[in-house]
C-alpha cells in the first residue's frame, strides 16, 4: 500500500500502482470525468500513469492552469493527425500549449497552407476527437527512436532527439499518429469539443534565421462549444479595447520609424493622461515618506559591472556609446537601481536616518528585437515609477508592507479590483542564474512570504520566476475582459547592497549593510498606460481623463459665453475645450461621445442667458440644465481621488 496526501491535507491509502484517474473515481465519478491530468509530487502527470510510492496528488481539471495546458497540448497533438490524414508528408517541428492555446510549426514540403484550409483541419479535428482516442505514453529507447523518425524521414524530430539523454526519451500515441513528447496528455480526445484554427506565421526552425522557415499554425480549443463561443467575442472586444487603436483615435501617442521602433513619442492628450498618474503617484509617495531624485540616461560602464547587471544582460542591451577617452564606455541605463545605490552613498548613514527611500520616474533603455516589440506593451525606452528603499535588516518586513499597502491603494483608484500576489523564488535547481549567498536568499523570501500572509494577500508561488539578485511580489492583475497582466513589483535585495558596499553606522557604532527593497507601483509607465487604456476601453475615470468636458456652442452667436464657461472651469483646474466648428449640434454630440469625452456641455439662447449649461455625460445621456457653479461643484467631487 502507499499513502496519498491530497491538496486538503488528507491521507488516503491505496495499492502501489494505482493512477490518478482511479484515485480520483474512488473520491467521485462526477469528478473523474473532469480530470485532465495530475500534479504528482510538484510535477505533471498523465492521468493513467502509475503511481508507485507514496505522494502528494493534486488532480487537475479545465480549472486548473496545468490541467488547460495539458489540455491544449493534446490538442495540439490532435492538430498535427488531422493534418498529417490532410496532408500526407508533412513534417513537425514542436507544439506547445502557450498562454492562449497552442500551436505546432510544420514543414509541408512545396505546399503553402492558407487560412481558407482552417475550416477543413478544424472538422477533421472534431471528427478524430470524436473517436475518443486514449493519448498512450510509451518510453523508448534513443536508437529505437532514432529508427523511428529516420524511417519516416522527419528531420526535425532526429535533430531534437539528438540532445536527449537515452532513457529519458517518451513517445505518445493517440489514433493513427506517434509524437515525440515528454507529456503528459488528457485520457483521451473525446474531452476535445471545439476546435478554432487563429493565425499563422513563419518560424525559423530553433529560431535559427540560417535554417528553413516552418508554417506556424496557432489554434485554441475547449471542453464545451459555448466557451469557444465566449473567447471568440472575448477576441473581438478586446480588438475594439487593442490600445494601439485607442491610442490613435484618442490622440494619445505616435510612433515614428524616423525616431525609431519602440519609442514612443507622447502626444499632448497622452502627456496630460501620464502627467496625472505621475502626479497621483508622487504625491502618495510623499506622505509615504519618499524622496524624489533624478538620476541620467547614461551610466559609466563600470556602474553596471559593478551591480551585475553587465554580466547578465550586457550582450543584449544597446551598444555602448564611446567616448574621445580611449577605453571609457557609456550604457544607456537600463535599470534606475544602481543609480540610486550610489546617491545612498554620498553621504555617512546612521541607523537612525533609515529608511531611507528614494524614488524617481526613471526613464530606461532595453534593446528588444524588432519582432518582440508591440505598442506600448513591449518598448525600447521606457519610463519606471522606481522607487528604492534602503533598510535596516529588522524594518524589512514592515517596510515591505507599507509598499503593498501603496500598491493596493494605486490598483484600488484605478478600478482594477481582480488580483493575485505572485511570490517569485529562485530556481532552487539553477542557483547559478543568481547572485548571493543562500543565506540572504532565505532572508529576503522568507520576509516576502511572511509579509504578503500578513496582509492576507491571495498568492501562488512561482519558483524560477525572481530578479537575479534577489526575490520578488509581482502583482497579477485581470483587466475587465478576464485577462492577466504583471503590474506592479516589490522586491527584496541583499545583493546590490554588498555589491556596492553600502554601509551604516548601526547603534554599536559598527559597520553594517543597509538590505533594498526596489518598487513600482505601476511597473512601467507605457505598459500599465497601456493595460489601463484596454480595461476601461478609452473611458478613463474622470480624474485621468486628458479632456474632462468639452463646451458644444449652437451656433457662433453662443461662443463668447462657451469661453466664459471654460474660463471659469479651467480656473478650477478642470480641464477641457470649446469645439467652435461650424456644424449641427447633433453632429458635435456624436464626435465628443467618439472621442470618450466625459462631460458635454450644450450652450444656446436658454443657458447664456440664465447663466446656465446643458449636461450631457458620455455613455449616459442627457442630465439636464444646471448652474455653472452647481457643475464645478458636481465633477470637483467626481474628480478627488
Known sequence: MINITLPDGSVRQYDKGISSMQIAQSISEGLARNVLAAEVDGQVWDASRPIEQDAHVKLLTWNDADGKSTFWHSSAHLMAEALEALYPGTKFGIGPAIETGFYYDVDFGDKVLSSDEFKQIEDKMIELAKTKEEYIRKPVSKADAIEYFTEKGDEYKLDLIKDLPDGAITFYSQGNFTDLCRGPHIPNTGFIKAVKLMSLAGAYWRGDETRKQLTRIYGVTFPKASELTE??????????????????????????????????????????????????????????????????????????????????????????IKTPQEGEEFFLKPMNCPHHCEIYKTKPRSYKDLPVRFAEFGTVYRYEQSGELHGLTRVRGFTQDDAHLFCRPDQVKDEFKKVIDLVLYVFKALGFENYTAQVSLRDPENKAKYIGTDENWALAESAIIEAAAEKGLTTVVELGEAAFYGPKLDFMVKDALGRKWQLGTIQVDYNLPERFELEYTGSDNQKHRPVMIHRAPFGSMERFIAVLIEHCAGNFPLWLSPEQFIILPISEKYEEYAKKVSDILKDSDICGLIDFRDEKIGRKIRDAEVKKIPYMLVVGEKEAAEGLVSVRKHGTGDLGSMSIEDFKEQITKEITV
Request: net charge positive; proline share 4%; charged share 25%.
Open 231 to 320: 473567447y471568440l467575442h472575448m477576441i473581438e472586444e478586446a480588438k475594439k479595447r487593442d490600445h494601439r487603436k485607442l491610442g490613435k483615435e484618442l490622440e494619445l501617442f505616435a510612433f515614428s520609424e524616423k525616431v525609431g521602433m519602440g519609442l514612443p513619442l507622447w502626444l499632448p492628450k497622452g502627456t496630460a493622461l501620464r502627467e496625472r498618474l505621475v502626479n497621483f503617484l508622487q504625491k502618495a509617495q510623499v506622505k509615504a515618506g519618499y524622496e524624489q531624485v533624478i538620476t541620467p540616461h547614461i551610466g559609466h560602464k563600470n556602474l553596471y559591472v559593478t551591480s551585475g547587471h553587465y554580466e547578465k544582460y550586457g550582450a543584449d542591451s544597446f551598444q555602448p
